[in-house]
């Protein structure tokens, strides 16, 4: 990806958050919040997530990376099964800590 079009992808999310929190803003001065928080809580959710593939798609990402997080989602993901019936352990938190991210 050029870097003229991560800097459009760029002003785009800015834009797009900054929509974001004026809506927030607003719907939290007018009340409106508290009656449509499911609405607010995926606009949020949206917003998050198009920002993070936007950055995502416009850094190089070497295939050793994505392997060793896919090595990790699957052991994190494995190791809930047995934990399951024990209440409080939590493997998954555990192996996010330890790989650091």
Do not use: D
């Not at 803003?25 to 949020?44: D, F, P, R, S, V």
């Not at 917003?47 to 896919?70: C, N, Q, T």
């Not at 024990?86 to 998954?92: D, L, M």
Request: proline content about 3%.
């Amino acid at each position: 990806m050029s870097a003229r079009a991560a800097n459009k992808i760029f002003i785009i999310c800015l834009i797009l958050v900054g929509t974001a929190v004026v809506t927030g803003l607003i719907m939290g001065k007018l009340q409106l919040i508290h009656e449509n928080w499911g609405i607010c809580a995926a606009l949020l959710l949206s917003i998050a997530l198009l920002v993070f593939f936007a950055s995502f798609e416009g850094s190089k990402v070497s295939s050793r990376e994505v392997g060793v997080i896919a090595v990790l989602a699957a052991l994190a993901a494995v190791a809930r099964v047995p934990f399951a019936p024990i209440a409080g352990v939590q493997p998954t938190t555990f192996l996010v800590m330890v790989s650091g991210y």
